[in-house]
């Protein structure tokens, strides 16, 4: 897990230095979709780490997603005015719930 953090925190710094933008192409498509472009990314910063590429394209993918997502939430609140808002429970409070959704 702390492995797995430490992957997610490097990979995000490189993904600013880099500025790169995993929402818009060549690494999502006009569908949301994954591109081309992710496989050689991971490549890149696998490398880098000395980590599995596997590992690596994993957590950037989840990564582009959460973009994705966020983006998707900036739009709806723009057209709709409702805002959804992700609050994260500490451990003890996880067993009663993992998300809440206000509106």
Request: aromatic share 8%; charged share 35%; net charge positive.
């Given at each position: 897990?702390a492995?797995?953090?430490y992957?997610?925190a490097k990979l ?5 230095e880099?500025?790169?933008?995993l929402?818009?192409p ?8 994954v591109g081309l472009?992710l ?11 000395e980590?599995c590429e596997?590992?690596v394209?994993k ?10 997502e ?5 739009e ?6 409702i ?9 003890r409070l996880?067993?009663?719930s ?6």
């Amino acid at each position: 897990m702390a492995q797995k953090k430490y992957l997610q925190a490097k990979l995000t710094q490189f993904l600013r230095e880099d500025r790169i933008q995993l929402w818009k192409p060549p690494y999502t498509d006009e569908n949301k979709e994954v591109g081309l472009a992710l496989k050689d990314l991971a490549k890149k910063y696998s490398d880098k780490l000395e980590c599995c590429e596997n590992e690596v394209e994993k957590i950037i993918e989840e990564i582009r997603c959460k973009a994705i997502e966020r983006g998707t939430g900036n739009e709806n609140y723009k057209t709709t005015g409702i805002a959804t808002i992700e609050v994260f429970l500490p451990p003890r409070l996880r067993k009663v719930s993992n998300f809440l959704k206000f509106m």
